[in-house]
C-alpha cells in the first residue's frame, strides 16, 4: 500500500487534523499536478482534468476538505478502472 493510500485510508476513518503538507503528498500520490496561487494550491489531475481541488495553505483545514478529496480521488478510481 502506498504512502497516498494509507492517507486516504486514515482520512476516511477521521476527517479532522489535516494540513497541506498532508493533501499534498495525497494529491500528488495519486497522480495529480499542483499549481501554486495566493493563498491557495489547486490540483489537478492530467489525465481527467475535470478532477480538480483547491487547498488553502494552513496547517490545519476544515473537515470540508478531507470530504472533498474522498470524493475526488473516490471519482478518480472509478474513471481509471473504466478505462
Not at 4 to 24: C, P, V, Y
Not at 26 to 36: T, V
Not at 52 to 78: D, F, M
Request: hydrophobic residues 35%.
Amino acid at each position: 500500500m502506498s504512502a497516498a493510500e494509507k492517507i486516504l485510508k486514515k482520512m476516511q476513518a477521521s476527517k479532522t487534523g489535516w494540513g497541506a503538507r498532508d493533501f499534498n503528498r495525497l494529491y500528488l500520490g495519486f497522480g495529480f499536478l499542483c499549481k501554486e496561487g495566493g493563498c491557495h494550491t489547486l490540483y489537478i489531475h492530467p489525465e481527467f482534468p475535470i478532477l480538480r481541488a483547491t487547498v488553502a495553505r494552513h496547517s490545519e483545514l476544515p473537515s470540508g476538505y478531507a470530504q472533498h478529496a474522498i470524493k475526488c480521488i473516490g471519482e478518480l478510481k472509478r474513471l481509471q478502472n473504466r478505462k
